[in-house]
């Protein structure tokens, strides 16, 4: 695949999940705003965000066949531990932008911020570790 076109594709599956993650996050938050509401947002917002990711990467940025849903279980078991870490990278910088400015669109741009940098470093974990 050439690089330029891996690289529009990576673009728009990464912004195709951010989307849905902060969406996910604003639904939540529409249908329960009490007490952690932000924290559960940011999980039902990652969960639906790597489900998406995973489906969109393995198919047309890495172009996996898992030989067997065992082989797919595990497959998604690892790319879900490469998220980890991204992960954190993401909800630090969502939290850090909901401390600073006390304010539901910055924390969501915190968001963006932090799926972007996490993205970028999950792309090279995964090729490197998941999807070799």
Known sequence: MRLQ??????????AISI???IGAQAATIYIYDGRFSVSISMIVGTALGLISKYILDKNFIFLHASKSVNHEAKTFLLYSAMGVVTTGVFW???YA???AFESDSMRYVGGVIGLIAGYIIKYHL???LVFK
């Open 5 to 14: 076109r891996l690289v529009i594709l990576y673009m728009a599956f990464a």
């Open 19 to 21: 989307a849905v993650n």
């Open 92 to 94: 630090a910088t969502e």
């Open 97 to 99: 932008f909901e401390y």
């Open 126 to 128: 995964d090729k490197k």
